[in-house]
C-alpha cells in the first residue's frame, strides 16, 4: 500500500543553524501539506501546496519557513534559523485532490533543537 | 481560532470493553476524520465522514458525523490491547480556500489485558 515517507527520522541540531525536512507524498496525490506536533499537544497545520505553490500556511510559518517540491517525488520544509521552541514532531502529509479531505500522513520527524 | 474539543481526555478500560469518545465544535464543519497515533508515529486514518447524520464502520470502529455538523463521535466496540494510542477527531470546513485539517485535543486511550 503506498505511503508517505520522512527523513530523516530524528534530527538534531543547534540553535540558528538551518534544518531541511524531507518528505516524499504518495505518488498521485497532488495537494501536500507540513503539520506539527509539539511533545505531548494536538497536531497543528503549516502549510499546504498544490500546483507548485503555497496555497494555504498559518500563523506558525513565518519567514524562517519554506517549503519546495524540487523534484517529481520530493518535498521539503526548511527552517532557515532554527528556536528552541521549534523542537516538535513534523509531519508531511498528501491528498487526492481538491474536495477530498482524506489526508495521508508521514511517520515524522523529531526535530530536536539544543 | 477554530477549536475541536475531544472528550474524554483519557479513557483507561479493560479489555473487551466498548468505548464511546466525541468531538464538538463551535463552528460547523464539512467533513469529519478520525485518526488513531502511537506513540512516536504518525497519525493514521481511520474513518472518514462526509454527510451530516453519516454513520460509517470499519471494523470494530464506527463513527457518526452529527446532525448539527458541529459534533461527531467515536464508537470502538470489544476493545483490544492493540487499541491503545491516542485517537484524535479532525475537521475540514466550507469556506476554506484548501484542504487543511483543524485536529482535535486528543483521547487517550489505555486498555488492561
Known amino acids: 500500500e503506498p505511503e508517505v515517507t520522512q527523513t530523516p527520522s530524528h534530527q538534531v541540531t543547534q540553535m540558528g543553524q538551518e534544518v531541511i525536512l524531507r518528505c516524499v507524498p504518495i505518488?498521485?496525490?497532488?495537494?501536500f501539506y507540513w503539520y506539527r506536533q509539539i511533545l505531548g499537544q494536538k497536531v497543528e497545520f503549516l502549510v499546504s501546496f498544490y500546483n507548485n505553490e503555497i496555497s494555504e500556511k498559518s500563523e506558525i510559518f513565518d519567514d524562517q519557513f519554506s517549503v519546495e517540491r524540487p523534484d517529481g517525488s520530493n518535498f521539503t520544509l526548511k527552517i532557515r534559523s532554527t528556536k528552541l521552541e521549534d523542537s516538535a514532531m513534523y509531519f508531511c502529509?498528501?491528498?487526492?485532490?481538491?474536495?477530498?479531505?482524506?489526508?495521508?500522513f508521514g511517520p515524522g520527524t523529531r526535530l530536536t533543537v539544543t | 481560532g477554530q477549536q475541536l474539543n475531544q472528550s474524554p481526555q483519557s479513557m483507561f478500560i479493560q479489555e473487551g470493553e466498548d468505548v464511546s469518545m466525541n468531538c464538538t465544535s463551535s463552528?460547523?464543519?464539512?467533513?469529519w476524520l478520525w485518526y488513531k497515533q502511537d506513540p512516536g508515529e504518525g497519525p493514521v486514518l481511520l474513518i472518514a465522514l462526509y454527510k451530516a447524520g453519516e454513520l460509517t464502520s470499519n471494523g470494530r470502529l464506527t463513527a457518526q458525523f452529527g446532525i448539527t455538523r458541529k459534533d461527531s463521535f467515536l464508537n470502538i466496540s470489544a476493545s483490544i490491547p492493540s487499541d491503545v494510542g491516542i485517537y484524535f477527531c479532525a475537521g475540514h470546513n466550507y469556506g476554506g480556500a484548501t484542504n487543511k485539517l483543524i485536529f482535535g485535543t486528543g483521547t487517550l486511550l489505555a486498555v488492561q489485558p
Open positions: 463552528s460547523i464543519f464539512n467533513t
Open positions: 502529509a498528501s491528498s487526492v485532490g481538491r474536495g477530498n479531505y482524506e489526508q495521508y
Open positions: 505518488s498521485n496525490h497532488l495537494y
